[in-house]
């Protein structure tokens, strides 16, 4: 019975090596990120803000799609950690904005744990009610206290200091963007690791079935506010970087456009798939840029447009698409082949 027991502990980890394995296709897409920043020089703020998006967008990727809570009230996270980044900048109580960026991720990470118990009583329904009334809650708190926080004005007189001591934030951005592009590196690594390890699978078997996961001895709740306290950590080191890469920030950080906007990033990338959120937040920036660019009132109508066509196409069916007509290029690109040979197979 044991070596029964110790055979499928092997395969199970066998398994999980082979999923944590670097595809291919992870390397080359790496590699055109960092590559943007040689060949996209006029690009640098708007690079920025698909950065930090994609970090906002991976937290609650990491909630929602492994873990299968939605929350209408992310920003909450999102916000107290820009508010924590910018007011530690302006009163000089850590210079340095890599400490300080920590400094904030953790402030949202206990804001966060100390919420998820409150998030994760009820169903799904009440998780959501409670998710955006923490951020209305916070939202107006900010606003109540407008003499530390600048209320509707904004926090005024934030000065970030050179990163490392050395690279000082210039006015074309392209200091903030490889900033914002090797932590957002640096945070996909780690959500990697989280998700490809067996803490990762028991999220995605309370996601599927809690009272089966509950059955087999996982704690569910635990796991829940494990994962609830990881991704308000991921939200507010996004909000610490737009803080300090713009050196402002105001109440719009909790409002609920900010949460709806970053569902929509969700939708457009794809959940349970950490380079849906990566893919989704690149997309809607451009997206907005572009539409924008044509119809200034507008844009927000034709991005909807988009993604009603997303929905009533259906993400598998254009899975389903896309594969036909990969196997038909290469089946073309090997009857090519043939024919320059001269016929022969």
């Known amino acids: 019975m044991s070596e029964l027991v110790n055979e499928s502990v092997k395969e199970i980890r066998r398994d999980l090596t082979y999923l944590a394995h670097w595809r291919t296709w992870e390397y080359v897409f790496w590699i055109v990120a960092f590559a943007s920043i040689f060949v996209l020089p006029g690009h640098y703020l708007i690079l920025t803000e698909i950065a930090w998006l994609a970090l906002f967008a991976l937290s609650l990727d990491l909630l929602l799609g492994y873990a299968g809570v939605i ?49 994760m009583r009820g169903s799904d329904l009440t998780r959501l009610m409670v998710t955006l009334g923490i951020s209305l809650v916070l939202r107006e708190l900010a606003n109540r206290y407008s003499n530390i926080t600048g209320g509707f004005d904004g926090l005024q007189g934030v000065i970030i200091n050179p990163l490392l001591g050395r690279f000082e934030f210039d006015i074309y951005g392209k200091v903030s963007y490889i900033y914002c592009l090797v932590v957002l590196f640096v945070m996909f690594l780690i959500a990697r690791r989280i998700v490809h390890s067996p803490f990762g699978l028991s999220l995605r078997a309370i996601r599927n079935n809690p009272l089966r996961a509950s059955a087999v001895g996982i704690p569910v709740n635990l796991r829940l506010i ?18 300090q890469t713009t050196a402002f920030t105001s109440l719009d950080v909790f409002s609920f456009d900010r949460s709806a906007d970053l569902l929509l990033v969700l939708i457009i990338g794809g959940t349970g798939y950490l380079y849906g959120g990566i893919i989704g937040a690149v997309l809607f920036k451009v997206l907005q840029d ?44 090997g009857l090519q082949r043939i024919l320059q040979r001269g016929g022969k197979l």
């Open 71 to 119: 929350s209408l009230g992310h920003a909450a996270y999102f916000g107290f950690g820009a508010y924590a980044a910018g007011l530690l900048a302006k009163h000089g109580i850590i210079a340095e904005p890599v400490l300080a960026l920590l400094a904030a991720g953790f402030a949202a990470m206990l804001l966060g744990f100390a919420t998820s118990f409150l998030v």
């Open 290 to 333: 572009v539409i924008s660019s044509f119809t200034p009132q507008y844009w927000q109508f034709w991005i909807g447009l988009i993604l009603v066509l997303i929905v009533l196409a259906g993400r598998e069916r254009m899975s389903r698409w896309f594969d036909m007509t990969r196997r038909t290029a290469l089946v073309t690109l």
């Open 226 to 243: 494990a994962i609830y306290t990881i991704a308000a950590f991921y939200a507010g080191v996004a909000g610490a970087l737009s803080t």
